[in-house]
């Protein structure tokens, strides 16, 4: 099967949201460009990391200087909190993930891989040879990769109040913490 890249240059919009009831939400990367919108689907943990690492990024190409401007913190104008865009179609679901900076131009490349079997098969940070994963490819500027994990954070923390012992996310009936040495904590 030929490896589809689906490649946003000038996104309109690029987020992460969820779809579905706290406990049982399906985290999605989104990015949309016009009137082509594409939809991949990741873990939580990862929509968590990827919120992380884009803040390390543009607080080393801060550091490092340049002829960009990076920003502290997001500007509000372009801070998104509208839902996700329907229909929601998933491309593929998200195994790996690549960060880089364009220096030349101020920009964030971001690149999310559908899972392979074999971890030896992602590829590198900009190839695009045929045989390979799927691949969404996003480039960002810094205003707008700080508003993009701004919102990640906020969408991420949204979900089920975490346990004060064993931070695992709380059931409203309350869990079997590993740190009560099997007994159900009442919070």
Known sequence: ??????SYQAPDRFVVGTVGMPGERTFYLQA????S???VALEKAQASVLAERVD???NEAAERGGPTEVPTEAPPALVDTDPLD????????VGAMALGWDEANGRVILEAYAIVEDAEDVPELGDDEADGPDTLRVWMTAA??????QRTRSVVAAGRPPCP???QPLDASGHICPRSNGY????
């Open 32 to 35: 949309r460009e016009g009137s």
């Open 37 to 39: 919108v594409t939809s």
């Open 165 to 167: 012992f064993c931070s």
């Open 56 to 58: 390390e990024l543009l």
């Open 144 to 149: 707008y990769g700080r508003a993009f994990a």
């Open 86 to 93: 329907v229909p929601l179609v998933e491309e593929f679901r």
């Open 1 to 6: 099967m030929t490896r589809q890249i689906f």
């Open 184 to 187: 159900r904590r009442r919070t």
